[in-house]
Structures are given as C-alpha cells and as structure tokens.
C-alpha cells in the first residue's frame, strides 16, 4: 500500500518556465511533507518543508503548496534552471520525522 | 557541504559474506540515525532507527539478525549486511536527524551487488 504517491515519473520543462511536481498521499495523520532532491550516485538533499498547519512555504525558487482536503502537495520551481535537472521525492511523516514515507519520485529535465 | 559521511559508495561481494557500511554524522551529534533500502524503481523504504547507546528499532519484515546495526557513537552507525544473498542486493542509505528546523539528511547511498 503506497501512502505516498508521485504518479509522473517524468517531467520535462524549458528553462525559465516552471516546474510543477505533484504529491498525493492518503494517510490524513501525516502533519509534516518534505522535497527532496536527488542526483545520481548521490543522497537526497533536502528542498523545502511543510506543516500540516500550513497551506503554503516558499524558499526562493521553490515553493510547496499543501491541499490538506484534497491530500496533495506540489513543489514548484519557478524559474527552472538546467541545474534543477534531478530526481524529486516527496516524503510525509506523522507526529514527527522520525518515519519517513517516501514517494517513488519524479524525475524532472529542464532543457535550454 | 556534506552533513553525513557514509561508506563505502560501492560494494560488489560473493553471496555468504558480511558487509559492513559506515554512516557518519559530520556536523552535528547524532541520538538517531535511520537506515533506508532503496530498489530500482520503487522508493526509500525505512529499515531501521538507530539507537545512540541501545538496541535499534526495525520495522516490519525487516530481519534483524541479518541487518545488525551498532549506533556506538553519537556520530557513527553501522549496518552490516550478514550471509548477504543476491536479493539483498540494493540501494542503502543512511540519515540523520536534525531538529529545529527538522529535517533528515541524507548520506551518498551505497549501492551493494552480491553475486
């Protein structure tokens, strides 16, 4: 049973446009939502972070908006660069973060 | 720079044997760190919390006497990877927690091959 679910493997995105990286989830008790970053041969770094109490957190380029009724979150990246061509994961826990639920991850492209 | 160390990045081994992987805490002490398998196409998957100074914590269907970690400071966990077999072969990875703001971060992975 996949709580946390990204359903677009894939994404691809002039430069200078936005991204958009979408994130369902069903468990409604989890209260706090990560971005991730992934490169290949290397960890996942962390984006940007959202509570439950919260519907929105912005960090320069990125932004996560949560949509608690509908359980879904996105990550937008405006605007993107080539650099921001990596695998995304979302990632929701309850009660803490103790116990990460990761989704299986998107990988964008961001193309000249 | 990178906040957690873990090694070795790569490790190809015959079925039966024992591989050890480091995770260290760089930049800060560590009470707990997690351990993560990653299979192709399929996301992280939480094995275990480790400990600082007692037992770790598994979850479901993970087998702890062939995933033994030892948490014996506040900036080093291992996990070792005993009688490995080649369904054992995976993506692990290893986090630290930090609070305030919290956040895990994320170790490079190692990607294990038993053959």
């Known amino acids: 049973d996949q709580q946390v679910k990204q359903n677009s493997p894939s994404l691809s995105v002039q430069e200078g446009r936005i991204s958009i990286l979408n994130c369902d989830y069903t468990?409604?008790?989890?209260?706090?939502f990560l971005w991730y970053k992934k490169y290949p041969a290397e960890g996942p770094t962390f984006l940007i972070s959202?509570?439950?109490?919260?519907d929105k957190n912005e960090d320069g380029r990125f932004t996560v908006f949560l949509n608690k009724s509908a359980k879904h979150l996105s990550l937008h990246i405006v605007p993107s660069q080539p650099g921001d061509s990596a695998v995304y994961f979302c990632a929701a826990s309850e009660g803490g973060i103790d116990k990460l639920i990761f989704g299986t991850g998107t990988r964008l492209q961001v193309f000249p | 720079g990178a906040v957690v160390s873990q090694h070795p990045s790569r490790v190809i081994c015959k079925s039966g044997t024992s591989v050890k992987i480091e995770c260290r805490s760089l930049?800060?002490?560590?009470?707990?760190m997690f351990w993560y398998r990653q299979f192709p196409k399929q996301s992280l998957m939480l094995m275990a919390t480790?400990?600082?100074?007692?037992?770790?914590?598994?979850e479901q269907g993970v087998e702890k006497d062939k995933f033994l970690i030892n948490h014996a400071s506040l900036t080093l966990s291992t996990l070792t990877v005993t009688s490995a077999h080649p369904e054992d072969s995976s993506f692990y990875i290893c986090s630290v927690r930090r609070r305030g703001p919290e956040i895990q971060y994320f170790g490079a992975g190692t990607r294990l091959s038993v053959l």
């Open positions: 480790s400990n600082e100074g007692s037992k770790a914590t598994y």
């Open positions: 959202i509570s439950s109490i919260k």
């Open positions: 468990n409604s008790m989890f209260d706090y």
């Open positions: 930049d800060f002490q560590a009470t707990t």
